[in-house]
C-alpha cells in the first residue's frame, strides 16, 4: 500500500515537475518577447524623437526660407532701384558728353563706375542668395517630403506600437496567470513533497519497527533455543539430582548409624567419665589426708632441716611426689609424664 502511494506521489511530482519546466519555458518565452517589445517601444520612441527634432528643423528652415524671401524681395527692389540708377546715369553720360576743365564729369564717371562695380558685387550676391535660396527649397521641400514619409512611417510604428502593447499586456496577463500557477503548482509539490516526507518517515518508522520485530523475533528464537537448553540441563539435573539423592540418602543413612556409633561411643565415655570423676573424688580425699599426713611429717622433721647447710638444699632441692589428681589432669589433657 505504501509502494503504491508512494509511486503515485512519484507519478505526480514527475507530472508537476514537468509542468513547472513548461510553464518556466514559456515564462521564460514571454519575459524574452517582453524584453524584445520595450525595446522595440524604446527604438520608436527615439524614431518619434527623431520626427520631432525634423519638425523643428523643418520649422526653423521655413522661417530661414520666409526670411531668404523677404531678403530676396527686398534685394530685388535694390537691384531695381539700381537698374534706375544705371539707367539714369547712362542717360546722364549720354546727354552729358562734353568734358569740362575741371574734371566734375570725370569724377562722375568714377562715382559712377564705382556704384555700377558695387551694383554687379550686389547683383552677384543676390545671384548667389537666389541660387541659395532655391536650394533651400529644394532641401525643404526634401525635408518635407521625408517629414512625410517620417510622419507615416511613426503613425505605423505607433500603430505597431499600439498592438506591440496590446501583445505586451496579453503577455503580462498570461505571464501572471503563468505565475499564479507556478506558485499553486509549487504549494501542490511542496505539499506532495511534504506528503511524501510523511510517507517516507512512515516506511521508514514501519521499516524500524520491522526490525524491531525481527530482532525480537531473533531474541524470542534464542530465548527459546536457551530454555531448550535449559530445559535439557534440567533434565540432566533432575538425573543428577536423583542419583545424587540417591547418594545422600545412602550418606545419610551411614551419617545416622555413625552417628548412633558415636552416640553409644559418648555415653560409655560419660559413664567412664562418672566413674574417673566418683575415683577423683576418692583420689582428692586421698589427697587431703596425704596432705595432712605431710604436712605433720614436715612439722616433725622441721629442727632437722634447720641444721642441714643452705648449700646442700641449693645442690639438691627436695621433690616432691606427684599426687594422683596432678597425674589424671596431665593423662587427661594428653600431658602425662611432662612433669
Known amino acids: 500500500m505504501l509502494k503504491a502511494i508512494e509511486n503515485e506521489n512519484r507519478r505526480r511530482l514527475k507530472r508537476y515537475e514537468l509542468n513547472n519546466r513548461t510553464l518556466l519555458k514559456k515564462s521564460k518565452e514571454h519575459a524574452r518577447e517582453r524584453k524584445q517589445a520595450e525595446q522595440r517601444v524604446e527604438e520608436l520612441l527615439k524614431e518619434h524623437a527623431k520626427c520631432a527634432t525634423l519638425r523643428c528643423e523643418m520649422s526653423s528652415a521655413r522661417e530661414r526660407c520666409l ?11 535694390e537691384a531695381a532701384t539700381l537698374r534706375s540708377e544705371k539707367d539714369r546715369l547712362i542717360n546722364l553720360l549720354e546727354n552729358n558728353c562734353l568734358l569740362t576743365t575741371d574734371r566734375d564729369v570725370w569724377g562722375s564717371l568714377k562715382r559712377a563706375f564705382k556704384e555700377l562695380h558695387e551694383l554687379k558685387k550686389v547683383r552677384k550676391e543676390n545671384d548667389r542668395l537666389h541660387d541659395q535660396l532655391e536650394r533651400e527649397a529644394e532641401k525643404v521641400k526634401q525635408l518635407e ?114 552417628i548412633l556409633l558415636e552416640k553409644q561411643k559418648k555415653y560409655e565415655l560419660e559413664e567412664e567419665v562418672r566413674e574417673l570423676r566418683q575415683n577423683m573424688e576418692c583420689v582428692s580425699s586421698l589427697k587431703l589426708e596425704m596432705d595432712n599426713l605431710n604436712s605433720a611429717l614436715q612439722i616433725a622433721n622441721y629442727p632437722q632441716q634447720q641444721q642441714q647447710p643452705l648449700h646442700h638444699q641449693q645442690q639438691h632441692p627436695q621433690r616432691f611426689p606427684l599426687s594422683l589428681m596432678d597425674e589424671l589432669k596431665d593423662a587427661t589433657n594428653g600431658r602425662y609424664g611432662s612433669r
Open 67 to 77: 526670411l531668404m524671401e523677404a531678403d530676396l524681395e527686398t534685394f530685388k527692389q
Open 145 to 258: 517630403s521625408s517629414i512625410g514619409d517620417w510622419m507615416r512611417a511613426a503613425e505605423i510604428k505607433t500603430a505597431e506600437t499600439e498592438d506591440v502593447r496590446a501583445e505586451l499586456a496579453e503577455k503580462v496577463r498570461q505571464l501572471e496567470e503563468s505565475q499564479h500557477t507556478l506558485v499553486r503548482i509549487t504549494q501542490e509539490n511542496s505539499s506532495l513533497e511534504q506528503n511524501a516526507s510523511v510517507a517516507g518517515l512512515q516506511e521508514k518508522n514501519l521499516t524500524e519497527k520491522l526490525h524491531d520485530l525481527e530482532r525480537l523475533v531473533r531474541v524470542q528464537e534464542i530465548r527459546l533455543e536457551t530454555a531448550h537448553e535449559r530445559l535439557k540441563l534440567y533434565e540432566q539435573s533432575d538425573a543428577l539430582i536423583a542419583a545424587a539423592k540417591e547418594t545422600f540418602f545412602s550418606d545419610l543413612q551411614s551419617l545416622q548409624d555413625a
